[in-house]
């Protein structure tokens, strides 16, 4: 779900102005396979924060918050939900508190194993890239590290867990809320 485009803060930004997005192994292994030009980009930029295993792309101050590099005034955000990184692709406004709704246990479990599956894959691919003397922090090194990166991910998709089986690949719940403007929009 994505009502950035019209956050009922109505700053032009929501959430997004308060996050810089961070590209871990699991994003960047899929952005490298399915859509590397995007990944070309991303490691053009400017303002990065380029670690072992990440890079985060720094947003920039504007008025008393920021504005994240994907984010576009008219639009919200740029990216398809697909090629966002984690947090972004699977983030649902905090207003609309669907967690705490009854009949969406199912999902909160669901996305709790799959927060836990990211993470915990994450460590253990950055561990054996570092193992192997690969970083991101030195450009020569980065194809050696998305070739590298591109064989963990499809052994990790020749391996799945049960979880992932555990719910339909699509389907269509409606939650209803009255919305509140400016900050009496609570997030
Ligand atoms: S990448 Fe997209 S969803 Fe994530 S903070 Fe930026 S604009 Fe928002």
Redesign the pocket.
């Known amino acids: 779900m994505d009502l950035?485009a019209q956050c009922p803060r109505q700053d032009d930004k929501g959430?997004?102005g308060f996050?810089s997005?961070v590209f871990y192994p699991t994003d960047l292994a899929y952005l490298y396979i399915n859509e590397p030009e995007l990944l070309r980009h991303i490691f053009s930029l400017d303002r990065l924060t380029i670690l072992d295993a990440s890079v985060t792309v720094n947003n920039v101050i504007e008025g008393e918050s920021y504005r994240?590099?994907?984010?576009s005034q008219a639009g919200?955000?740029?990216?398809p939900q697909h090629l966002?990184?984690s947090?972004?692709r699977h983030?649902v406004c905090a207003g609309i508190g669907w967690m705490e709704e009854e009949g969406l246990q199912d999902w909160r479990d669901f996305f709790e194993n799959l927060t836990e599956y990211e993470i915990e894959t994450n460590n253990r691919w950055s561990e054996i890239l570092a193992a192997m003397g690969i970083t991101l922090r030195k450009p020569d090194l980065r194809d050696r590290f998305f070739s590298e990166l591109a064989k963990l991910y499809q052994e990790n998709l020749d391996n799945l867990p049960d979880f992932m089986k555990s719910m339909p690949k699509e389907e269509v719940r409606t939650l209803r809320r009255s919305l509140n403007f400016g900050t009496a929009w609570i997030l």
């Not at 994240?68 to 984010?71: A, G, K, Q, V």
């Open positions: 950035c959430c997004c996050y997005p994240c590099r994907f984010h919200g955000c740029t990216l966002r990184e947090v972004c983030f």
